[in-house]
């Protein structure tokens, strides 16, 4: 396979709309690190890869973002018999969210009680959904997890829904046996993300849609 083949092309825009997309995609990866540091602060469970990286991390004493870049370095070979297609969304996926978890952690103090810590978490979980949105909207390719999963469903024709809770229910059990938190947030999550990013997703895509059709219809200065 031709190596260009592997990478998804940069849809054609004003360099302008390319500026704000590639911005509204930093922004979104960088948001979704600090609702991710959120969450764990929160203490009272995370997401199921969450699980999987907290619980990789306290048995190798490795940082947790480093460790939530490496799953993701590793999600991401696992494209490469699913022959799923790279964009630039999906490579800054897997190297900003990492560090901004670890910067989030680093400067937020453990709560003193779970009547901030489970608030905190709600927080982490609005704005996580929040920030898929933005990332998505800005159309630079899928993260490397929700690729694996689409990659799946196209290759041996599951439902997305099967093919979603094998991935998610597989990293949640490896993650508990290697000693990642699972709690009540955990099931927040799981009940929690989908509406979510459902609601928050169609009106960041409207507006990045309507903000582009107005570069495009502005004349050059």
């Known amino acids: 396979m031709h190596l260009r083949s592997l990478f998804l092309p940069v849809a054609a825009t004003s360099p302008r709309d390319l500026a704000e997309r590639a911005l509204q995609l930093i922004l979104g990866l960088f948001l ?3 609702a991710l540091g959120l969450m764990v602060r ?14 990789i991390a306290g048995q190798s004493g490795l940082g947790y ?49 779970i009547w901030v810590g489970a608030p905190m978490f709600l927080l982490g979980l ?42 998610e229910g597989s990293v949640l059990v490896v993650g508990f046996v290697l000693g990642g938190p699972v709690g009540v947030g955990t099931v927040l999550f799981a009940l929690g993300i989908g509406p979510l990013v459902g609601w928050f997703l169609p009106r960041i895509t409207a507006l990045r849609e309507a903000r582009s059709l107005r570069l495009e219809r502005t004349p050059a200065a």
């Open 126 to 167: 609005v704005l996580l959904a929040f920030a898929t949105g933005l990332y998505i909207a800005a159309n630079f390719g899928p993260g490397p997890r929700d690729g694996l999963m689409t990659g799946l469903v196209r290759r041996t024709g599951w439902p997305v829904w099967l093919v979603r809770t094998l991935i």
């Open 32 to 34: 979704y690190g600090v």
């Open 65 to 113: 973002g480093v460790v939530t870049n490496l799953v993701a370095v590793v999600v991401l070979l696992l494209w490469i018999p699913l022959r799923q297609r790279v964009g630039l969304g999906t490579l800054l996926n897997a190297l900003l969210i990492g560090p901004s978890a670890d910067l989030t952690l680093a400067v937020l103090p453990a709560p003193p009680s």
């Open 42 to 55: 929160g203490g009272i469970g995370v997401s199921p890869w969450d699980v999987l990286a907290l619980g």
